[in-house]
């Protein structure tokens, strides 16, 4: 009997229960099965996607804006700490859609994990 060693990594991250009920207001039931089967970087990761309004801005023509960034969010759900990591996705609020979606990979989910290691 040969027994074989798995060496690939077991991705079980996933998008916060707040992310998962905004796509599933503006997406089909068909692209919502996608972003609920995603799964990306190490046990425990919740990603989270954010959109958070900054403080007005004036403009040279006098007009006073709220300008908005959007920020994907990685926490670790068994930490003490509660500790955070952010990374800019785009200085404007995303709609929640496949575009969107799209835009956390694999290396982005990785980064955000390596950025949380360093708070600890």
């Keep these: 009997m040969k027994a074989n060693l798995v060496t690939t990594t077991s991705f079980s ?21 996608q972003v609920e089967k995603f799964r990306a970087g190490k046990r425990y990761t919740n990603i989270d996607i954010v959109t958070i309004q900054n403080g007005p801005v004036r403009l040279p023509n006098g007009v006073v804006i709220m300008p908005k960034t959007t920020y994907a969010e990685f926490s670790n759900s068994k ?42």
Excluded: C, H, W, Y
């Design 13 to 33: 991250g996933k998008f916060s229960p707040n992310t998962l009920s905004k796509f599933r207001e503006n997406l089909s039931a068909k692209q919502f099965k």
């Design 79 to 120: 930490s003490q700490s509660g500790t955070k990591s952010r990374i800019k996705l785009a200085d404007s609020a995303l709609p929640f859609n496949m575009d969107t979606f799209k835009l956390i990979t694999d290396d982005l989910v990785a980064r955000g994990e390596a950025l949380l290691k360093k708070f600890k």
